[in-house]
T-cell receptor, first 112, second 115 residues
Framework: SQKIEQNSEALNIQEGKTATLTCNYTNYSPAYLQWYRQDPGRGPVFLLLIRENEKEKRKERLKVTFDTTLKQSLFHITASQPADSATYLCALTGGGSYIPTFGRGTSLIVHP | GAVVSQHPSRVICKSGTSVKIECRSLDFQATTMFWYRQFPKKSLMLMATSNEGSKATYEQGVEKDKFLINHASLTLSTLTVTSAHPEDSSFYIC???????????FGPGTRLTVT
């Protein structure tokens, strides 16, 4: 089965810097890779989806890259703000199943 | 954007009673809805997948007689926790999608406390 690794340690950065979060997977190459944001006590919110044949996707201050050779996706938030503080989850779909597998998430803390 | 509502947001019930949680897609028709459970500081745990008009598919280890799922229409799914016990206390979240394998839209979650 697919295994997803996200850094369990919180990422602390200063406001204005670029935050980079990592999602590594260990098995088959997913057809789609998604990133979600989750605030405490709330359901996740969809941010971006990238397909296996895409290298990069952008949306406002967000950028996602997808490297199927490294089996890794990077999630960047440029010009980070304290309001970006949250847990970010990656999810993968593929291998014949349409049901996404979620990582455990990485907590991002942006300090003013 | 796609909006999913979930009701109630919080519920406290006595041990042995049943609790129903509703999940609605407000502005789209969901081909598939998912039910998750999440423990503090843990990842989402998929409980079951449901399609409108058919029986839910439960993940291994999830008791289908305890967690009853009814996907009545393309916009409504319900999860009933039957004969609730304190160990059922958790954060339950539903999600919906109209494109299998693509992004999911999550409800705000329901905090269940069984006393």
């Amino acid at each position: 089965s697919q295994k997803i690794e996200q850094n369990s340690e919180a990422l602390n950065i200063q406001e204005g810097k670029t935050a980079t979060l990592t999602c590594n997977y260990t098995n088959y190459s997913p057809a789609y890779l998604q990133w979600y944001r989750q605030d405490p006590g709330r359901g996740p919110v969809f941010l971006l989806l990238i397909r296996e044949n895409e290298k990069e996707k952008r949306k406002e201050r967000l950028k996602v890259t997808f490297d199927t050779t490294l089996k890794q996706s990077l999630f960047h938030i440029t010009a980070s703000q304290p309001a970006d503080s949250a847990t970010y989850l990656c999810a993968l779909t593929g291998g014949g199943s349409y049901i996404p597998t979620f990582g455990r998430g990485t907590s991002l803390i942006v300090h003013p | 954007g796609a909006v999913v509502s979930q009701h109630p947001s919080r519920v406290i019930c006595k041990s042995g009673t049943s609790v129903k949680i509703e999940c609605r897609s407000l502005d789209f028709q969901a081909t598939t809805m998912f039910w998750y459970r999440q423990f503090p500081k843990k990842s989402l745990m998929l409980m079951a997948t449901s399609n409108e008009g058919s029986k839910a598919t439960y993940e291994q280890g999830v008791e289908k007689d305890k967690f009853l799922i009814n996907h009545a229409s393309l916009t409504l799914s319900t999860l009933t926790v039957t004969s609730a016990h304190p160990e059922d206390s958790s954060f339950y979240i539903c999600s919906a999608t109209w494109r299998e394998g693509y992004e999911q839209y999550f409800g705000p979650g329901t905090r269940l406390t069984v006393t």
